[in-house]
């Protein structure tokens, strides 16, 4: 986690660097640093917190300097604290560092460098990367080269930018397993350094996206320098990013999250532009376009299984496309925590295809898991947001969700994207393989297409109201249990799983019928139970589990499709949502769930964007 900005040029480096944080501090918030150097002046201002406090702080102070780096940390070594805060200083006071990743051998390094004479100030591990650099230089004059030999005893994972007071005309980047992009400026006169885009996108759209291993030189006037970790000048392309920058604005809401919430009818369109065609005069013309599987398509028809890997809602979306793809396919999907498969020793075979689903695509666990998937021989199919992130380059073939940047650390519009992505492969899948009726190919797209202007319709109801209304009647609460069945339970881990993180109180998702099983001794009448019970094949059974609820004086309150009545007469409260197909019912179902806890964190005062001990990108095991 953690976000770097850094900035070279004719420009004053402080206002950009302080806005590249802001928009970066999803990354992590527990404090906020900058170096600034002005001729061979340098000027490093930290404070614990959040950027805004930084630059409160700053007020006043010497901020000149076309050249600057910044860091907004998620604190893994040490205490969030301004001692432990980025940017990192050499012993002699000419390097500052900032650094995303973790470097495992810091404690060796650390050692080896206190008998040399090195003392720290701080308890990180990027102060030990800091001196182990100013230390290469007692071997060699070249800075680069001090950063690629020190570079090459660490390990574990970065992304530094580094500023030398005795080179003020050059910022020196570098990355492995983090990620690290260059905006390059009009004419090569600038440079701009950010963990991902979304600080340098509107100042260029040029951007050279850092590889593993690389050390990249910026000096405005001259063409990036990029060296390989054997000191090897490597070749490089400029990409065109193109991101809507009203993306990374609020837009009036009060917050990201809610925004996002209410973006997700225009962010489906998006997801489905190019890919879901539908004739509305004759279904049977319907169709799915997805390059993707066009490139690798015997590989993908030949699947002998599946397997998903991801983290968190990723995951949670994952169990959804395994019911779609199996359903749809009769492909077996296996669906896998990429931090447990990565360790599991798992059976990969040379047929198997992995999908791996990540909306930041800088997931490190899921990194890991592709890369073990991939030395076995499997193909990797990425399901990603994040446009040239590591995840979107290290798949073989792979569906963007293009839902636009996700900045609310609790993700919303990532989630329907990624049905929808899966939804829209399995489709296509289960077309060209024959197991999927055509007339159910052709009738679903309709349906699928139809989605976005369901969503709309729950959105524009007075749904919103009447779950903020309920949201303050749960404020106290300390436990809920989410039930759901099929397409529905995934949901209820999600629903689960969004309550957690932005209210902090404590909610569980299970299968509705394994209640019985465990759960049932929670009820009572303090624990709300949370049913989604939409009309599909086990709608009787849920109808069961909710008179097991309510003949322990349980509460509950259930999602259920349009004009139901047998839940209505059971439940203390219901959200309807529109019918749709059971395949395609968890993109409606998961909105009520998503505003609930959004209004729950908002009624209990809570920062609803930066949740305390989370970071939207966990690029750490
Ligand atoms: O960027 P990714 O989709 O790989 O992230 C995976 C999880 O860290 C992420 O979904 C996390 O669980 C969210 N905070 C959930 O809202």
């Not at 527990?30 to 490093?44: E, F, H, I, P, T």
């Not at 979304?198 to 951007?207: A, G, L, N, R």
């Not at 809507?244 to 990201?256: A, E, R, V, Y």
Request: aromatic share 6%.
């Amino acid at each position: 986690m953690c976000g770097i900005v850094g900035y070279i040029g004719k420009r004053e480096a402080f206002p950009i660097l302080i806005g590249g944080l802001k928009k970066l501090e999803y990354r992590g918030y527990d404090s906020a640093g900058v170096a600034l150097l002005n001729d061979r002046n340098l000027n490093v201002y930290k404070e614990k917190g959040k950027v805004a406090t930084l630059e409160a702080s700053c007020a006043g102070k010497d901020l000149a300097g076309g050249l600057g780096i910044a860091h907004t940390r998620w604190a893994t070594h040490g205490e969030p604290n301004s001692v432990n805060a980025h940017p990192h200083v050499s012993q002699s006071g000419r390097l500052a560092m900032v650094h995303n990743g973790i470097i495992e051998n810091f404690g060796t390094l650390r050692e080896q460098l206190q008998q040399k004479g090195y003392e720290f100030k701080s308890e990180t591990d990027t102060e030990v990367l800091v001196q182990l650099i100013e230390f290469a230089l007692t071997t060699t004059d070249d800075v680069k080269e001090a950063v690629v030999r020190a570079l090459n005893k660490v390990i574990g994972a970065y992304a530094i930018a580094l500023i030398d007071r005795e080179h003020p005309e050059r910022l020196i980047v570098a990355r492995k397993s983090s990620p690290l992009v260059v905006g390059v400026g009009e004419n090569e006169g600038e440079f701009f350094v950010g963990s991902d885009a979304s600080p340098i996108v509107e100042f260029t759209k040029k951007m050279v996206y850092l590889e593993d291993e690389q050390v990249a030189v910026l000096q405005p006037g001259k063409s990036p320098e990029i060296y390989s970790l054997q000191n090897q000048s490597v070749d490089y392309d400029i990409k065109e990013v193109d991101l809507d920058i009203s993306m990374l604005t609020k837009g009036g809401f009060p917050h990201f999250m809610i925004k996002e919430i209410y973006d997700q009818p225009q962010c489906l369109r998006d997801c489905m532009r190019g890919r879901v065609f539908v004739d509305n005069d004759n279904m049977s013309n319907n169709f799915i376009q997805l390059s993707a599987i066009r490139d690798y398509k015997n590989r993908l028809l030949k699947a002998r299984r599946m397997i998903i890997v991801a983290c968190g809602t990723s995951w949670h979306a994952g169990l959804i496309g395994k019911q779609l793809i199996e359903q749809m396919c009769r492909i077996p999907v296996e669906v896998a925590y990429a931090s447990e498969f990565r360790y599991s020793n798992p059976v990969i075979e040379p047929g198997d295809v992995v999908i791996a689903i990540s909306q930041s695509g800088e997931t490190a666990d899921t990194l890991a898991a592709i890369q073990l998937a991939r030395e076995n021989g499997a193909l990797i199919f990425g399901v990603v947001n994040a446009v040239g992130s590591s995840i979107a380059r290290a798949s073989d073939t792979g569906i963007y969700i293009h839902v636009g940047p996700e900045i609310g650390v609790a993700s919303t519009k990532a989630f329907t994207g990624q049905v929808c992505v899966l939804t829209m492969l399995a489709l296509q899948l289960g077309h060209e393989l024959g197991s999927l009726a055509d007339n159910e190919y052709h009738y679903t797209i309709g349906k699928l297409a139809e989605i976005p202007e369901l969503m709309e319709e729950m959105l524009k109801s007075k749904m919103d109201d009447q779950i903020k209304r309920m949201a303050l009647t749960f404020t106290y609460v300390r436990n809920f249990l989410y039930l759901g069945r099929g397409y529905n339970y995934p949901v209820a881990l999600e629903g689960a799983l969004k309550l957690k993180e932005i209210s902090y109180i404590h909610a569980e998702g299970y299968p509705a019928a394994e209640m019985k099983h465990g759960p049932i001794a929670l009820i009572d009448s303090d624990m709300p139970t949370i049913f989604i019970a939409t009309h599909h094949q086990l709608y009787q059974k849920i109808i069961s589990n909710m008179k097991e609820v309510k003949a322990r004086n349980g509460k509950i309150l259930a999602i259920v499709t349009r004009g139901d009545k047998e839940v209505k007469a059971i439940a203390d409260n219901i959200i309807e949502i529109p019918p749709t197909l059971n395949t395609l019912v968890p993109l409606l179902t998961v909105i009520p769930l998503q505003l609930l806890s959004y209004h729950v964190a908002v009624a209990r005062n809570l920062n609803v964007d930066m949740p305390r001990n989370l970071a939207k990108s966990v690029t750490v095991e």
